[in-house]
């Protein structure tokens, strides 16, 4: 098809469908002006007083009718409202109970790995603390056994008495080589 048909064809289309829209607008306007005559005769004001407070009361009366029907319908539509409602969070929950949450598995992570993952590149700290205490036994340990001394009795070093004097000597001993590594 070309386009020039093309065209024909779109503009006859919309033509018919702006004739359609104002056909449906001029409908709607009379099925207005019919409710509102049914609903509201035209106002015929009386001479007498009397007829006049008839008048009035038989407004009145139907301004009640009226107020009545207004008054139930707000009612009904809140009702719905609130079902609605009440509804839409049953369909949310019932969508949340059909996700089934995985079942989370406990990782054996280091500090130091843990802190690389939240950090990554910029991770520089080692928070090995049980490395840096063992390396701490260890010289502990080394001091030990080079500043201990081996030809000092067993037994002497038993009881409260034996534990001071082991700790007299190791700082007398530890004061002595202080002591010569400054001259």
């Given at each position: 098809m070309s386009s020039t048909?093309?065209?024909?064809?779109?503009?006859?289309?919309?033509?018919?469908g702006e004739a359609m829209l104002e056909e449906e607008a001029q409908r709607v306007a009379e099925e207005k002006r019919k409710y509102l005559k049914q609903q509201c005769p035209t106002l015929s004001i009386p001479d007498s007083m009397q007829?006049?407070?008839?008048?009035?009361?038989?407004?009145?009366?139907?301004?009640?009718?009226?107020?009545?029907?207004?008054?139930?319908?707000?009612l009904k539509v809140k009702k719905s409202n609130k079902e609605i409602d009440d509804l839409k969070s049953k369909v949310q929950d019932l969508n949340g109970k059909y996700f089934k949450k995985p079942?989370?598995?406990?990782?054996?992570?280091?500090?130091?790995?843990?802190?690389?993952?939240?950090?990554?590149?910029?991770?520089?700290?080692?928070?090995?603390?049980?490395?840096?205490?063992?390396?701490?036994?260890?010289e502990q340990k080394e001091e030990e056994k080079q500043?201990?001394?081996w030809r000092k009795?067993?037994?002497?070093?038993?009881?409260?008495?034996?534990?001071?004097?082991?700790?007299?000597?190791?700082?007398?001993?530890?004061?002595r080589t202080n002591n010569f590594s400054e001259y």
């Open positions: 048909r093309r065209n024909q064809l779109k503009n006859l289309l919309l033509q018919i007829s006049l407070q008839e008048l009035c009361r038989k407004l009145h009366k139907q301004i009640d009718l009226v107020d009545e029907e207004r008054y139930d319908m707000e079942v989370l598995k406990r990782v054996r992570m280091s500090a130091d790995a843990m802190l690389a993952a939240l950090l990554g590149s910029k991770h520089k700290v080692s928070m090995d603390l049980r490395a840096n205490l063992k390396q701490v036994k260890k500043t201990g001394d009795n067993i037994e002497d070093k038993a009881g409260m008495d034996g534990r001071k004097k082991m700790f007299e000597t190791e700082t007398v001993l530890h004061y």
